[in-house]
């Protein structure tokens, strides 16, 4: 093949690299219109695993970049006048400069031609005269500014400010500061990658960074300002500066990779954020990724599209850890009132990779500490004596006047199985089983205040006497054979009423024996659905009786919680978001007027449910479409909720419109429910993906949430809260009829 590759990165570089290797008849031109000693920045950081792929790829450059590593074990953070320190981590530092020597080297040994200070071609020309043309030609990448209604480029400058610097200070691990001054808090990312030489790079919100004069300042005056705030920990050692200009860091996406015989590599197709340290990573095992597809098929296009359907999910989740990643540095104001141990804990866990389990392993004592913490807190917050060695999400919790015995919640699952409105057997060993597998908290499905509040003709009610007596028998079975609590979910379906059962058509309309409508406005679900009608005056009052009748029937049939469903697009949830809320009442407008109709309902729930038992309240923190709520107003909407006396917001997300979009990922919602804790200053419930029990006591050590909510986990598992605790040698008690279990040692194989 003829080859030419755009850019002399280590991308370009390692990619030319890899093919020569495969077969020293490619023939493979680098245009780089930089001098060959012309780079940005000091180091780069590779961790263990992208180490052992590079051996695999190219023994000969990877020997000789393991010579030039700086290795390190520990991360240190120093925060609120404390070190907190952790090792096991398992990272290598080098010079970007000594990379690019290494790979020129490389490069040249094997025969690829490489043209300094000379642009490329034109793209048309390279595409007519090369076989392959690979656009490594970085963050502004003119060829995918070229091919851009073909590749469907996404760049977000995100909004703080960052600035890489270098030091002669040798630090000992990859070390974190968090520095306040009178211009707000400056972050400092630290490593050493050369003897005597580290990276160090300053970030700060876009706020900070002009209060500190800092948007007009020179590459000198940055060096003595970041200087002079770091004198005592660069003790006498001087920051360098290379190119070091004050940046907004862009997040690269790409709706496709490649177009006719052009593809993007590296930082021309995507980006992660420098605080996970795999931007080079990304690049060079595309690289790697790229080399094989094109061994593998022998047609470039086939090639082409292996290399991106195989390649992609990786860089994806990649990308979801990095976003996550730089939001939490984004936003560390924060997190600077947390205990420093739990800062340290949330840091180290930020990308959500990380979990509490993964970081025993490689530090055992560190983790203990948090757990310690964890311990003592739920000591003082439960008022019940907690072992030592407790897992977090085995520590209990209280609301009000109920303690529950762990953090676990089986979430509220529709079941579409209800009579009129009534729950039956079925219902009876849905939640028994759950109950019986060791949850702290099990909650009821979304259950309905009146006939016309039904999603489908198969949703549990709470608007007559027999519902109430239908589910208390289902209560006094959960609380006679379990120390599990459950709670209630009461709502109201709003505008996504009278639909089919989901497995005749999920969300269409019933077509006969369907019932009125009402919502915030008259604005149908689906363009097939149902046209509600504006709620009146009238309207409100009566769905408000009707919320208070429930909760009084709630209390009859002696659940444990109450919680009012404001979520999902359901009616209460229809005035909080704008996309269903088009008021221009009193209603209607900024969060204040959207929530007042809630708070209404809220208030008179709040006074009908007795005062010992707590109430939670279910929100949607992000509809995942364009105009929809964002996290400012979901963050005032838990604080008048916590005002008005709910005890836990539990936030979750999306269903509100039927054009949403959702990004889905691991632990995909916990970064809203963290927001609401600390923001709102309110205890949280998060959900969304949570699968393991390393995922839950991560959350709970992390801060993120104080329970957690897991739905398809207790559908496949209805024992699974006492299937986490066996696997981490914890021992949950078990009902007499099942005392013999204790004698039992489960085998899988």
Not at 325 to 330: D, H, T
Not at 394 to 414: A, G, K, Q, W
Not at 445 to 467: F, K, N, Q
Not at 692 to 708: K, P, Q, V
Request: aromatic residues 10%; proline residues 5%.
């Amino acid at each position: 093949m003829k080859i030419a590759c755009i850019g002399g990165g280590p991308a370009g570089l390692y990619f030319g690299i890899l093919m020569k290797r495969a077969d020293p008849a490619h023939e493979v031109t680098v245009w780089e219109q930089n001098r060959a000693d012309d780079t940005f920045g000091f180091g780069v950081v590779f961790s263990d695993a992208t180490i052992s792929n590079l051996a695999t790829a190219d023994p000969e450059s990877h020997a000789a970049i393991i010579r030039s590593f700086a290795h390190w074990n520990d991360i240190e953070i120093h925060f609120a006048g404390r070190v907190v320190r952790s090792t096991g981590h398992g990272f290598a530092g080098m010079g970007r400069q000594q990379l690019l020597t290494i790979l020129q080297g490389r490069a040249r040994e094997l025969g690829v031609v490489v043209h300094y200070e000379q642009a490329a071609p034109p793209l048309t020309k390279l595409t007519e005269s090369h076989d392959l043309v690979v656009a490594a030609d970085g963050v502004n990448s003119a060829a995918r500014n070229e091919l851009a209604a073909h590749l469907g480029p996404d760049l977000d400058f995100r909004p703080n400010r960052f600035v890489w610097l270098g030091t002669t200070f040798p630090f000992q691990a990859f070390t974190f500061y968090f520095r306040e001054n009178e211009h707000g808090l400056f972050r400092v990312h630290a490593y050493r990658y050369a003897e005597g030489s580290s990276t160090f790079i300053l970030e700060c919100t876009e706020d900070t960074w002009k209060k500190a004069g800092l948007d007009q300042a020179s590459e000198a005056d940055t060096v003595a300002y970041a200087e002079a705030l770091f004198s005592s920990e660069l003790r006498g050692h001087r920051l360098l500066a290379n190119r070091s200009i004050w940046r907004a860091f862009p997040t690269v996406k790409n709706r496709a990779w490649h177009h006719e015989n052009v593809v993007l590599m590296g930082d021309a197709a995507h980006t992660a954020h420098f605080s996970i340290g795999s931007g080079t990573k990304l690049a060079m095992e595309a690289c790697i990724a790229l080399r094989d597809a094109v061994a593998s098929h022998p047609k470039l296009e086939d090639a082409l599209e292996a290399y991106e359907s195989g390649h992609r999910p990786g860089v994806e989740g990649t990308q979801r850890a990095a976003q996550v990643s730089l939001e939490w540095f984004e936003n560390t104001e924060r997190y600077m009132k947390l205990d420093p141990t739990r800062f340290a804990f949330s840091l180290l866990t930020r990308s959500l990779r990380v979990t509490h389990e993964n970081l025993a392993l490689r530090d055992p004592d560190f983790v203990h500490e948090a757990n310690r913490l964890v311990v003592s807190e739920s000591r003082a917050q439960s008022g019940r004596e907690v072992r030592e060695g407790t897992p977090p999400m085995f520590t209990p919790y209280r609301l009000r006047d109920l303690v529950l015995d762990n953090r676990i919640v089986v979430s509220p699952m529709c079941q579409y199985s209800a009579d009129d409105g009534v729950v039956d057997d079925w219902h009876l060993v849905h939640l028994g089983s759950r109950a019986l597998g060791g949850a702290g908290l099990v909650m009821t499905e979304m259950t309905d205040v009146s006939r016309d509040g039904r999603i489908t003709p198969g949703c549990a009610g709470l608007y007559r006497p027999e519902h109430a007596t239908a589910y208390r028998r289902v209560v006094d079975f959960v609380h006679r054979h379990s120390s599990a609590k459950i709670g209630v979910q009461l709502a109201h379906a709003g505008r996504k009423g009278a639909t089919k059962l989901p497995w005749e058509g999920p969300d269409l309309p019933l077509g006969t024996g369907d019932w009125p409508l009402i919502s915030a406005s008259a604005l149908p679900y689906l363009a097939e659905s149902q046209l509600p009608r504006s709620m009146s005056r009238a309207d409100m009052d009566a769905v408000t009786a009707d919320f208070v009748r429930a909760a009084e029937l709630a209390n009859q049939a002696d659940f444990d919680l109450l919680e009012l469903h404001c979520a999902h697009g359901y009616l209460l949830a229809s005035f909080i978001s704008p996309l269903t809320n088009r008021r221009d009442d009193e209603y209607g407008g900024a969060i204040e007027g959207r929530m007042r109709y809630p708070l209404e309902v809220f208030d008179a729930v709040r006074a009908a449910w007795p005062a010992h038992r707590p109430m939670s309240v279910r929100i949607s923190a992000c509809d995942w479409a364009p105009g929809g709520v964002d996290l400012p107003d979901i963050v005032k909407a838990a604080t008048l909720l916590k005002e008005h006396g709910a005890d836990i917001i539990d936030v979750s997300a999306g269903q509100t419109v039927s054009d949403a979009r959702p990004i889905y990922g691991r632990l995909f919602q916990t970064p809203f429910s963290e927001r609401v804790r600390l923001e709102a200053s309110v205890p949280t419930m998060t959900v969304g993906n949570i699968s393991s029990w390393s995922d839950a006591n991560s959350i709970i050590a992390a801060g993120r949430a104080d329970l957690c909510v897991l739905a398809r986990a207790h559908l496949y598992d209805p024992y699974w809260t006492r299937h986490a605790a066996n696997e981490q040698g914890w021992e949950l008690e078990w009902p007499s009829q099942y005392a013999s279990v204790r004698r039992y040692v489960p085998r899988f194989r």
